[in-house]
């Protein structure tokens, strides 16, 4: 099974349409809050992108739907075909 049809554009699939440095790339922005009882709450952003479209490195800016991200730690490898790189969003 290919993971094609998962980084087919929106609304008809799951991506986003992102770039960095320069190249543009389909990716899929999963956004968590995080709630903790002593302390307020705070979100996290994770990215999955096919790896051999894009090469990202800690410390990189991505732009995904007009707002700015930079990349947090190094991003790891889910399978094969697809990364994950954290990401925090810069005000």
Known sequence: MSID???TYAPAGFA???SAAG????GI????DLDS???ASTTRHALRYPHADVTLAAG?????????YRVVGLPARINRD???AHLALIP
Request: aromatic share 14%.
């Open 5 to 7: 049809q998962f980084y």
């Open 16 to 18: 986003s349409r992102c």
């Open 23 to 26: 190249i543009l790339f389909p």
């Open 29 to 32: 922005l999963d956004t968590q």
């Open 37 to 39: 009882y002593d302390a």
């Open 60 to 68: 990189d800016t991505v732009t995904i739907a007009g707002d700015d």
């Open 82 to 84: 697809e990364m994950l």
